[in-house]
């Protein structure tokens, strides 16, 4: 277990120290940094019977050349089924390629405060990290796709899967 963390941190490291240099080389440019800065994120809403699931997941890219981006993102979820409480919240590192105009890949690092407390006293608190691979199809500001879990346990995860289908919309 402790070779997933080491290699997650190692190519968080890498994906820091990409982004930074491409950063450094498009400053030569004269735009603003804040001229390059995407915006996106997502939000989730679900509920039956006695379930209920709410998600705000902001995120904000550089733009660092037509092809590259890279930023960080926050995740707060709050759900509850039964009596069953969970919140959940962290940040995550994203790095996405374009090598095509309709085509991107994506990396993104996730850790994730998980807080559950059940309705027979019992309470379980940890960290979850998340180590994503993505490929999506670009139509506009809008991507639609499929993305992987490296790192997916499925007795801490919160998500049901460690593959899971995505839409970012980027502004």
């Known amino acids: 277990m402790k070779n997933k963390y080491f290699k997650v941190i190692c190519l968080s490291f890498l994906l820091l120290a990409i982004s930074t240099s491409a950063q450094t080389f498009n400053s030569s440019r004269n735009s603003s940094f804040i001229e390059n800065v995407r915006f996106g994120g997502g939000v989730g809403l679900s509920f039956g019977n006695d379930f209920f699931s709410g998600t705000l997941a902001p995120f904000?890219?550089?733009?660092?050349?037509?092809f590259l981006m890279s930023g960080a993102g926050l995740n707060f979820t709050y759900s509850s089924f039964n009596d069953n409480d969970t919140f959940v919240y962290g940040g995550s590192l994203i790095g996405i390629a374009k090598p095509l105009k309709e085509l991107q890949f994506s990396l993104e690092y996730e850790q994730l405060r998980v807080n559950r407390s059940f309705n027979n006293g019992v309470e379980d608190?940890?960290?979850y990290p998340a180590l994503f691979i993505g490929v999506g199809y670009t139509s506009g500001p809008v991507t639609v796709g499929i993305r992987y879990d490296v790192l997916y346990d499925s007795d801490k995860s919160i998500y049901a899967d460690a593959y899971m289908p995505f839409v970012r919309v980027l502004f």
């Open 60 to 66: 904000a890219l550089y733009q660092i050349n037509p």
């Open 125 to 127: 608190d940890y960290w």
